[in-house]
């Protein structure tokens, strides 16, 4: 199969505009392409697909799709570039389309921009079905043509990055287990001679007196796990590390303030901030980016047990700070505090922590954008500017003395684990917990409790768990370590 981009007329009665290798590939059948796609109705809209068949031997099949006006770029109001994502978009519907045909391989034109096009090529056609019988065919997507390569084999990383967090995610809670995401991560650095995996186990959290994240694992019978990934990518491996914290909850109940049952399966992916970070550093160091890296991941199951935390229950937590535990349902948090404690000891340079930590963010924003709270304009810069070229947006939230002061008028212990006024600024009181366990004066806390699944808002990703935003996280990476070697 072959998929080849085709931009929309500045004119509405204008003939088609081909890419260079649509152009190429038109001569080569003689201008048969661009005769049919003329006799087919009316010139192609964005995202729309034709499909030919028969008109070369190498290709039985082709799909061309439309990319929307050419030199689309930035796009101010969207926040994105246009341009880029428009590619993502037509070349996943081309490669599915092929995909239903069951031909096991397909070219892709580059589009003028082939790491986008690698993105949407391997985004669009993943999906999980590990665990059916019958399963899609697989198609191997590849560069068509040469011109490119090094491009397109850059946005196949990133993408299998994201993949990979959306096979954590969205795998079932039996399968992916504390344990099991330690060592599916480790197997997947194993390969990397830079690159340390430590697998905590419960009586090392104990030692580091991480009795928040304790008392949310308690009431399981999973024991829990402290992931700590270093690479060490840097020139200097004594640079300042960045480092990733994710929440690792890998399934999660609500504990003794129970979840509605309806739509509470897909707690198995309320460890996304684990997946998104853990994916991140495997994507870095595929990329061999020369940059310090630590990551971070607190993994337990949050259930309802006679051990589990009960609402009023006061834990404490690594820095000394007692927790009351208002609301068994905000566990989230209660694991980030130990793990942001606990990344002050590295002399990072910034930290930064994902987690699908409120309803409220998906409230606030639903899946347009990760919200982001941090007390760094210079990281929220890095991370807004990775987030136009990925596509995966991000957008700032503030961090209000407003909400410290609603969850430090605690009763009886030093922050409750829930704003006082119940559900008013639900996300933003969440960061304001954090923020009462760091100390950096670079930090950011990604909310993507909006962003953790796709019904069908990106359309480059089928419906499921997103995995977003682990390019976004890349790309900042990318940026960071860029700015290390100038």
């Known amino acids: 199969g072959l998929v080849l981009g085709v931009y929309s007329s ?14 190429a590939f038109d001569r080569l059948v003689s201008g048969k392409l661009r005769a049919l796609l003329s006799l087919c109705g009316p010139p192609l809209k964005k995202g729309k697909t034709r499909m030919f068949h028969g008109l070369h031997q190498d290709f039985p099949s082709v799909v061309v799709v439309g990319l929307g006006k050419k030199n689309a770029g930035i796009n101010e109001q969207e926040n994105w570039n246009e341009g880029k994502e428009n590619i993502r978009t037509a070349v996943a519907v081309g490669c599915r389309q092929i995909q239903d045909l069951e031909i096991p391989c397909v070219e892709v034109d580059p589009c003028g921009d082939a790491q986008a096009a690698a993105e949407g ?47 954590l995610m969205e795998a079932p809670a039996n399968y992916i287990t504390p344990i099991k995401f330690a060592e599916h991560i480790e197997q997947k650095l194993r390969s990397f001679s830079n690159v340390k995996v430590h697998i905590r186990p419960e009586s090392w959290i104990t030692t580091q007196e991480m009795g928040a994240f304790l008392s949310v694992a308690k009431g399981s019978a999973e024991p829990p796990i402290f992931l700590e990934i270093h690479y060490l990518g840097g020139a200097n491996t004594d640079d300042s590390p960045l480092v990733f914290v994710g929440k690792g909850v890998t399934f999660d109940s609500g504990g003794i303030s129970l979840k509605p049952s309806s739509g509470m399966d897909a707690m198995r992916a309320d460890m996304g901030g684990a997946a998104t970070v853990c994916s991140a550093i495997v994507t870095a160091a595929a990329l061999n980016l020369p940059l310090n890296i630590i990551g971070l991941a607190p993994l337990c199951e949050n259930m309802p047990s006679g051990k589990a935390n009960k609402p009023g229950d006061v834990v404490r937590a690594k820095n000394g700070k007692t927790i009351q535990v208002d609301n068994t349902d905000a566990e989230g948090r209660l694991l980030l505090a130990d793990a942001l404690c606990y990344a002050h000891n590295f002399n990072t340079r910034a930290i930064v922590n994902a987690a699908t930590l409120t309803g409220a963010m998906d409230v606030a924003l639903g ?67 954090l923020k009462e366990f760091v100390t950096a004066s670079h930090w950011a806390h990604l909310d993507i409790a909006g962003v953790m699944s796709n019904k069908d808002e990106v359309p480059y990703l089928r419906k499921g768990m997103a995995g977003r935003p682990t390019r976004t996280l890349v790309e900042f990476v990318a940026r960071l370590s860029q700015d290390n070697h100038n």
């Open 121 to 167: 090529a391997v985004l669009g056609l993943h999906e999980y079905n590990e665990l059916k019988q019958k399963k899609k065919p697989v198609v191997t997507p590849q560069l068509h043509g040469s011109a490119e390569s090094e491009a397109w084999q850059k946005g196949v990383i990133y993408a299998e990055g994201q993949n990979l967090a959306r096979y």
């Open 367 to 433: 899946s347009a954008a990760t919200g982001v709270f941090t007390n760094s304009s210079w990281l929220w810069t890095h991370l807004y500017e990775a987030s136009i070229l990925t596509g995966d947006r991000v957008w700032r939230m503030p961090l209000f003395q407003h909400y410290t002061k609603q969850v430090t008028d605690c009763p009886l212990a030093d922050v409750s684990n829930i704003g006082k006024y119940s559900r008013a600024g639900g996300a933003c009181t969440a960061a304001a917990f």
């Open 10 to 23: 500045e004119k509405d009665d204008g003939a088609a505009q081909f890419t260079s290798a649509g152009d």
